[in-house]
């Protein structure tokens, strides 16, 4: 690893413990941190809308027409009416024009409705029902173990779960009798549901701090050279910059438990 | 005041700081022991790997790296443990990212996984043992990036029709025409499969706009949080594998025999889990005591 | 025309992509594939409204000094630095005069937010004008790296993949991360077994969590790995396909009444 890499390597560790001291308390440096990413995620947006869609599908496609024709003269002079109905997107700043912005707001909403329609209610309600109305397999209801998620009990279980989750949802009508039976049946199934889904949630944020722990383990193991490969252009350098951020954030917090301790005191 | 609380209210008013403080001990101790915990696989990652491993050289398997930096300590592990899987047994890759920050995740991978598999490496799985001669991933033979465009519902019809619809020219700014992999790949027709690594609500698209239209084998790689949303549709069949979290990742590792984060990751992820399960435990507690002295106080 | 045309085109666009989905035939499979593609050009120029209102919002800050406004500064420069990386690329092995190049546009953008907010407008217009002649001064004389808007060079540019890898990556990493802590303080504080239902949740909750835990005796481990697995496939299958249909139908009912015009709250007033 050369040392410029591992510089950036800092920077990415600094970053990283700049926003972690949020746990601590907001400060300048969380705040640094949270205006940089949304400036640079944004600056970074820019630059792959521009090269990745603007340039090969709009200009690209009117590269052989001139300017002074307004590009009408181009063989693909039809993709200036898109790039027309997108300027027109921007009247929207105009108090005055604004209502020009509705006409191609009009077609994008047109056709992004247009495309749901039939393929949210063909994936996400018929399929849904069709895979609900399959023959429970009786000869095999417990499949020689409870827990099994084949056998006809398992099918059992999700076709009238679902139904009465379903029943749940969808009627208001006063939850009473054998209709609250199922309902209240309905909100058991989903409460387990819920539970799973939460379950994995913890499992999905530890995660993320484990990353963190990972990304600092590999400055420490680079700072070090205790890598598999060992590098060539290895130097002190890099521990100097190692124990110079360890100093800062040691310094930092000794900083923060002495002011702690003073405005306690006052 | 204060010394009128039992320690069931001291410790209910406890400075959430402490607990911070306390999981980060657990966790930085967990990461610093070197032990590994056993990972089991179950039949929704098994499913994936079990497809994929199927393939022949020389196919194309389409990779939808649809998540930003926010999920990547999830779903990384999975783009390189997948991706690595399928060069390794030359599969060809089509990569596309509909996430926003999604071509630097792609971009990074790539680069990375490129550079690992440079090396000899042998790899031991399904009782095989596997030898791997490290070799050049090249661009536009190895795979394509095709890169990012907005709108994913419109972009993954769009594919649907021709790859050249919404990408005339990859993420490079390559011609798609130009590279060599993409010679007579007009759509979904000429891919194997789609896997689509995602942490939002692209999965959705995937699944009614791309396997719903054009059905071809989807399989997902999710967010935890996300996960068990989508069992669903893997028990109607419209998606043929799940990996959920940095659990599904592991369990992809240790199929294809490649240990990367997601499994030096797990014995931490447990310990954490042990924490939290103590705290719930000691709210409850906390809760339950001071219920059982409210209701005394008022007979 | 302000209203009525609008809606118009709403319903006639979203009627042809639907009966063109029942209705597959080569002249419509044709404008489909045109309207695929010229939607998510329209939608390009709308994402520019997007970075527009960013900076906007910055500068406004910075110009009422409303609270925390210094860091404006801080998001602008790292909006402003990524688009030089991204347009510009190393061609020799050293960058050259590249740093005084990215300083000097820097300094011209902060010139130009003062000029705009400022009173004195001549002097920061005057002081612009000077940093945009260094700039272009080095972007001349310097033959060590390039600019390059057309093709994507940029894209490789190692400043650019380094700010992406180095800086967004961490940040956005962490502050997700930090939410590992603050659902471990809600872990403690909220998750009460206060009846049946709640303890089915906590129930669940814990056997997911546990799913891969290795250290129980008697072959609890694999049961608790088995009951996660069916709690996963069965029950949580259950409750999320009603959750799946209903989505659905709500999905479905709400397009058809934005196709129709009866749902016209995204349209704004006026």
């Not at chain 3, 979203?14 to 010229?38: C, K």
């Amino acid at each position: 690893m050369e040392f410029s890499d591992f510089l950036w390597m800092t920077c990415g560790i600094f970053l990283t413990l700049a926003t972690f001291s949020f746990l601590y308390k907001d400060n300048p440096f969380y705040k640094f941190a949270e205006h940089l990413v949304v400036g640079v995620s944004a600056g970074f947006f820019v630059v792959v809308l521009w090269h990745g869609t603007l340039v090969p599908n709009l200009f690209q496609k009117l590269e052989d027409g001139d300017w002074y024709m307004l590009w009408l003269n181009s063989s693909e002079w039809w993709y200036i009416i898109p790039a027309l109905l997108g300027v027109l997107m921007w009247t929207r700043f105009s108090k005055e024009y604004s209502w020009v912005s509705r006409w191609p707001m009009g077609l994008y909403i047109g056709i992004s409705t247009g495309i749901a329609i039939p393929l949210e209610m063909s994936n996400r309600v018929n399929k849904q029902l069709h895979a609900m109305m399959i023959e429970i397999d009786w000869a095999n209801f417990f499949g020689g173990n409870i827990l099994s998620t084949t056998s006809g009990f398992a099918q059992l279980l999700i076709f009238v779960g679902a139904i009465a989750a379903l029943i749940y949802f969808f009627f208001s009508k006063e939850h009473k009798g054998l209709f609250g039976g199922v309902a209240t049946f309905g909100i058991w199934i989903l409460m387990i549901g819920f539970g799973a889904s939460f379950g994995y949630t913890v499992m999905a944020r530890v995660s993320l701090f484990i990353n963190r722990m990972q990304d600092t383990k590999d400055w420490g193991i680079a700072a070090f050279n205790n890598a598999e490969v060992v590098n060539p252009h290895y130097g002190a350098q890099y521990q100097i910059v190692f124990w110079l951020l360890v100093l800062f954030v040691v310094g930092y917090i000794i900083n923060e438990i002495v002011s702690h301790l003073k405005s306690k005191q006052v | 005041m204060t010394e009128h609380k039992n320690i069931f209210d001291r410790m209910m008013s406890l400075d959430r700081r402490w607990i911070f403080l306390f999981l980060i001990v657990v966790c930085v101790a967990t990461y610093t022991a070197d032990f590994t915990i056993p990972i089991n696989t179950e039949a929704e990652v098994e499913s994936i790997f079990n497809f994929l491993d199927s393939l022949p050289e020389g196919d194309i398997v389409l990779v939808a790296i649809d998540y930003d930096p926010n999920n990547l300590a999830e779903l990384h592990p999975m783009t390189y443990a997948v991706v690595e899987h399928l060069w390794r047994k030359k599969v060809k890759i089509i990569f596309t990212s509909l996430s926003q920050l999604g071509p630097a995740m792609a971009d990074q991978a790539i680069r990375d996984i490129s550079d690992s598999l440079k090396v000899d490496k042998t790899y031991n799985y399904n009782g095989v043992e596997h030898n791997f001669k490290g070799r050049e991933i090249v661009n536009g033979v190895d795979y394509t990036f095709l890169g990012f465009k907005p709108y994913y519902a419109l972009i993954i019809l769009g594919m649907g029709q021709d790859f050249r619809l919404n990408f005339p020219s990859d993420y490079y700014g390559t011609p798609l025409d130009d590279l060599p992999m993409m010679q007579g790949v007009i759509n979904y027709d000429q891919v194997a499969c789609v896997v689509d690594l995602s942490g939002g609500n692209i999965t959705d698209a995937w699944i009614s706009y791309g396997q719903g239209r054009f059905n071809f084998p989807l399989m997902l790689g999710l967010t935890g949080v996300m996960v068990s949303q989508y069992y669903p549709f893997l028990g109607s069949g419209q998606v043929s594998g799940i990996m959920g979290g940095l659990l599904g990742a592991a369990q992809y590792e240790e199929l294809a025999d490649n240990p990367g984060r997601a499994k030096d990751g797990m014995r931490v992820q447990l310990f954490a889990h042990y924490v939290i399960i103590l705290f719930i435990v000691l709210g409850n507690i906390g809760f339950f005591m001071s219920r059982r002295k409210r209701m005394e106080g008022g007979n | 025309m302000k209203r009525q045309l609008p809606f118009l085109l709403v319903f006639i666009f979203g009627a042809f992509m639907t009966i063109q989905y029942y209705v597959p035939h080569e002249s419509s499979e044709f404008v489909y594939t045109f309207l695929l593609d010229w939607t998510m050009i329209i939608g390009i120029f709308a994402l520019a409204l997007g970075i527009w209102s960013l900076y906007h919002v910055s500068v406004d800050k910075i110009q009422h000094k409303k609270e925390n406004w210094i860091y404006s500064y801080v998001t602008l420069f790292g909006l402003f630095i990524m688009v030089v990386f991204g347009f510009s690329y190393k061609v020799g092995d050293s960058w050259g005069m590249y740093p005084l190049f990215v300083i000097a546009l820097m300094a011209l953008l902060y010139c130009l937010i003062h000029a705009s907010i400022s009173r004195s407008k001549g002097f920061w217009l005057g002081l612009s004008g000077a940093a945009l002649a260094v700039s272009f001064g080095v972007a001349f004389f310097d033959d060590s790296w390039k600019l390059a808007f057309m093709t994507s060079e940029g894209l490789k540019n190692t400043m650019f993949t380094n700010f992406a890898d180095f800086v967004l990556t961490p940040i956005l990493a962490t502050m997700f991360a930090l939410l590992a802590f603050f659902i471990a303080s809600a872990a403690y504080r909220a998750f009460r077994a206060r009846n049946v239902l709640a303890s089915l949740l906590l129930i669940a909750a814990i056997i997911v969590m546990l799913r891969f835990n290795p250290y129980m005796p008697f072959g609890l481990p694999e049961l608790v790995a088995e009951t996660s697995s069916w709690l996963m496939n069965v029950p949580n299958l259950a409750a999320q396909r009603a959750i799946v249909i209903g989505i659905g139908l709500g999905i479905v009912a709400t397009s058809l009444k934005v196709i129709l015009g009866i749902e016209r709250g995204y349209m704004g007033k006026g």
